[in-house]
């Protein structure tokens, strides 16, 4: 069974980091995608960014690029989305969510994180506003 304990969501004011983290347990593959997607009050869900095992390839959306990185502590099955530079725009629950049944895609991350809905398990979402 696969669970997420994701944490590091808050209040924040623009301008203003914040940096998630997802302890992840249960997957068995050895190689899969690993990221965040997030969820606003009346928006379409969006991909936010996600990294590959087999590789340690990322994917970012153009909406949060040059602002977020995704990294993995290997060791510890925890993954981190620092996110500095942040605007109400960012204002979501973000969920950190594995995709581990699709193997052939994760030569091509935008496709397999980019939506956010093709992810195979996430968490239960951690709070992120971003208000003055």
């Known amino acids: 069974q696969v669970q997420f304990v994701e944490s590091g969501g808050d209040l924040v004011q623009p301008g203003g980091s914040l940096r998630l983290s997802c302890g992840v347990s249960g997957i068995t593959r050895a190689s899969y995608a690993i990221g965040w997607f997030r969820q606003a009050p009346g928006k379409e869900r969006e991909g936010v960014s996600c990294?590959?095992?087999?590789?340690?390839?990322?994917y970012y959306a153009d909406s949060v690029k040059g602002r977020f990185a995704i990294s993995r502590d290997e060791a510890t099955h925890t993954v981190y989305l620092q996110m500095n530079s942040l605007s109400p725009d960012d204002t979501a629950v973000y969920y950190c969510a594995a995709a581990t049944e699709r193997p052939m895609l994760l030569l091509r991350l935008p496709l397999l994180c980019g939506s956010g809905y093709d992810y195979d398990y996430y968490g239960q979402g951690t709070q992120v506003t971003v208000s003055s």
């Open positions: 990294i590959g095992t087999h590789d340690g390839s990322t």
